[in-house]
Antibody, heavy 122, light 111 residues
Framework: EVQLVESGGGLVQPGGSLRLSCAAS????????MNWVRQAPGRGLEWLSR????????DYADFVKGRFTISRDNAKNTLFLHMDRLRVDDTAVYYC???????????????WGQGTMVTVSS | QSVLTQPPSVSGAPGHRVTISCTGS?????????VNWYQHLPGTAPKLLIY???DRPSGVPDRFSGSKSGSSAFLAITGLQAEDEAAYYC???????????FGGGTSLTVL
């Protein structure tokens, strides 16, 4: 069974940093583009970032560009999101999501993790 | 404020049909980008319901269908069941923003 499991969430002060991980199992991780999506309390889903199959190309939503860094370790089947200069409005559940295509990018997400909660508060 | 606009809520009686709209613009849906729909229950992983405007992944009942017209997309759910109560999100790509965008989500209540 294909599974994505996020970890690394928690409480952090404004201006702080946090690194999220997303461990993949049951799938050839290196075949797929991977993404991070978040949902703030009471709000909808929000795409944050994506990384190509070998980690050489990354894209970001404007509102996280320069603060968040996506990366991956295909040897460990793990996706990361390093978040710097966190703000109160970054408080959200963070999901990793797999692009459905094994040989390209479709911006369609067929496998999602359960999410990890990040709370930014003093 | 989301790039794609959805009604905050819809409701319907069991067995009835509801339609959820997703309104975009000439830089996303109207530009020809595909629309996907996701079902999301609190505390769970979102589930891909419709992809490529009107295709269903295996395992998704044919009670769910998608369509697209101009800069809008629609999700129709027929034969409403209690288990359909969830939030539904449309998603596309915005050429101007250079990445994927989601609608604000629609909460479905089965009366």
């Amino acid at each position: 069974e294909v599974q994505l499991v996020e970890s690394g969430g928690g409480l952090v002060q404004p201006g702080g940093s946090l690194r999220l991980s997303c461990a993949a199992s049951g799938v050839t991780f290196s075949y797929y583009w991977m993404n991070w999506v978040r949902q703030a309390p009471g709000r909808g889903l929000e795409w944050l970032s994506r990384v190509d199959r070998d980690g050489s190309r990354t894209d970001y939503a404007d509102f996280v560009k320069g603060r968040f860094t996506i990366s991956r370790d295909n040897a460990k089947n793990t996706l990361f999101l390093h978040m710097d200069r966190l703000r109160v409005d970054d408080t959200a559940v963070y999901y990793c999501a797999r692009d459905v295509a094994a040989d390209g990018r479709t911006d369609t997400y067929d496998i999602w993790g359960q999410g990890t909660m990040v709370t930014v508060s003093s | 404020q989301s790039v794609l606009t959805q009604p905050p809520s819809v409701s319907g009686a069991p067995g009835h049909r509801v339609t959820i709209s997703c309104t975009g613009s000439s830089s996303n849906i109207g530009a020809g980008y595909n629309v996907n729909w996701y079902q999301h229950l609190p505390g769970t992983a979102p589930k891909l319901l419709i992809y490529g405007n009107n295709d269903r992944p295996s395992g998704v009942p044919d009670r769910f269908s998608g369509s697209k017209s101009g800069s809008s997309a629609f999700l129709a759910i027929t034969g409403l069941q209690a288990e359909d109560e969830a939030a539904y999100y449309c998603q596309s790509v915005d050429g101007g923003l250079g990445g994927p965008v989601f609608g604000g989500g629609t909460s479905l209540t089965v009366l």
